[in-house]
């Protein structure tokens, strides 16, 4: 099977490539290199366009007998998006209107959609299950929110077969340290505290100490990218088998706060965290935890490698060859 991988220079796109590669399939990267590495790009070929170009997107999948799509390619700064609200709508909204538009006069109607709990907003209550009120509180969540409803229509109106997987919080690195998390600028919370520790900045911002949890700090449920990457694999099977379209969830099930998260790290590596307490940052909820029970069921697929001594000892391992 032959599956264009757009944003698969970037971080969750190159482990799935990976795992395309090691499930016996081909990935096709289509990736314009703004946020992504040419180096991540290992397991097939890269084709280096925007989404912006509808007629690069329609070679693309004729040139390379597509079968299906997986779509990562969007800017994902929460804070940013805050900022430059447009940016976000053109480039993940528009772009994704493109990318739909290319596919049917292609011919290609399966996709496989990148999509985030930041649709839920302020959750309600948690785990989150998946029919869980969608109320995003920036334009990132927005903007994946309409990218999630435009591949619902096509499917209505062109006969798509979609999945929209939503998760959580991605963490770690390849466990063969092949690739990692490489952002400019970082914003998660376990490169940042391995950068703090080794110097890369002068300490860890912890945002919040006064949430409804039990120490205070904000609670995530943290999912290793290896197993967003087989999520992925086995949602692009299930719709070339035939199967339905879904939306599920993504994640452990479990939460984790900051100040877990930091004790872990210094743990992990034998270090200290230098931690400056900060006051919550706007619009981050207290608890944000997956109810991820459809994606087993409904795909097989159980986190294997989401411990959170297992995502940091990874990311760790990445971070100490290239910090």
């Given at each position: 099977?032959?599956?264009?991988?757009?944003?698969?220079?970037?971080?969750?796109?190159?482990?799935?490539?990976?795992?395309?590669?090691?499930?016996?399939?081909?990935?096709?990267?289509?990736?314009?290199?703004?946020?992504?590495?040419?180096?991540?790009?290992?397991?097939?070929?890269l084709i280096r366009a925007d989404l912006a170009d509808r007629?690069?997107?329609?070679?693309?999948?004729?040139s390379h007998a597509i079968d299906a799509v997986i779509h990562?390619?969007?800017?994902?700064?929460?804070?940013?998006?805050?900022?430059?609200?447009?940016?976000?709508?053109?480039?993940?909204?528009?772009?994704?209107?493109?990318?739909?538009?290319?596919?049917?006069?292609?011919?290609?109607?399966?996709?496989?959609?990148?999509?985030?709990?930041?649709?839920?907003?302020?959750?309600?209550?948690?785990?989150?299950?998946?029919?869980?009120?969608?109320?995003?509180?920036?334009?990132?969540?927005?903007?994946?929110?309409?990218?999630?409803?435009?591949?619902?229509?096509?499917?209505?109106?062109?006969?798509?077969?979609?999945?929209?997987?939503?998760?959580?919080?991605?963490?770690?690195?390849?466990?063969?340290?092949?690739?990692?998390?490489?952002?400019?600028?970082?914003?998660?919370?376990?490169?940042?505290?391995?950068?703090?520790?080794?110097?890369?900045?002068?300490?860890?911002?912890?945002?919040?100490?006064?949430?409804?949890?039990?120490?205070?700090?904000?609670?995530?449920?943290?999912?290793?990218?290896?197993?967003?990457?087989?999520?992925?694999?086995?949602?692009?099977?299930?719709?070339?088998?035939?199967?339905?379209?879904?939306?599920?969830?993504?994640?452990?099930?479990?939460?984790?706060?900051?100040?877990?998260?930091?004790?872990?790290v210094e743990k992990v590596t034998g270090r200290a965290v230098?931690?400056?307490?900060?006051?919550?940052?706007?619009?981050?909820?207290?608890?944000?935890?997956?109810?991820?029970?459809?994606?087993?069921?409904?795909?097989?697929?159980?986190?294997?490698?989401?411990?959170?001594?297992?995502?940091?000892?990874?990311?760790?391992?990445?971070?100490?060859?290239?910090?």
């Amino acid at each position: 099977m032959n599956i264009l991988v757009t944003g698969g220079a970037g971080y969750i796109g190159s482990h799935t490539a990976k795992a395309i590669a090691a499930a016996g399939h081909r990935p096709v990267v289509f990736d314009n290199l703004d946020k992504g590495h040419d180096w991540a790009v290992r397991w097939g070929p890269l084709i280096r366009a925007d989404l912006a170009d509808r007629s690069a997107i329609r070679d693309a999948l004729k040139s390379h007998a597509i079968d299906a799509v997986i779509h990562f390619a969007a800017f994902t700064a929460v804070g940013e998006s805050m900022q430059a609200p447009e940016k976000y709508f053109r480039n993940n909204v528009a772009n994704t209107l493109n990318l739909l538009g290319a596919m049917e006069e292609a011919a290609v109607r399966r996709i496989v959609f990148s999509s985030t709990a930041a649709v839920y907003g302020n959750p309600l209550f948690a785990p989150i299950p998946e029919d869980h009120r969608t109320q995003p509180v920036n334009p990132y969540g927005e903007s994946k929110l309409m990218m999630e409803k435009m591949i619902e229509w096509f499917g209505v109106v062109h006969g798509f077969r979609w999945a929209c997987l939503r998760y959580f919080n991605a963490a770690g690195a390849d466990p063969d340290g092949e690739i990692g998390e490489t952002h400019d600028p970082e914003t998660h919370l376990i490169p940042l505290a391995l950068s703090a520790l080794t110097g890369g900045i002068p300490h860890l911002r912890m945002f919040g100490t006064d949430y409804p949890t039990p120490d205070g700090t904000a609670i995530r449920d943290y999912i290793h990218v290896t197993d967003l990457g087989s999520a992925h694999v086995l949602a692009t099977e299930h719709l070339v088998a035939g199967g339905s379209s879904l939306i599920a969830n993504l994640g452990t099930g479990e939460g984790n706060s900051v100040r877990e998260v930091v004790r872990t790290v210094e743990k992990v590596t034998g270090r200290a965290v230098p931690v400056v307490e900060s006051p919550r940052r706007e619009g981050d909820p207290p608890v944000l935890v997956a109810d991820a029970a459809k994606a087993q069921k409904t795909l097989g697929w159980t986190p294997r490698h989401s411990s959170l001594p297992e995502i940091i000892s990874t990311a760790w391992a990445w971070h100490s060859r290239h910090a």
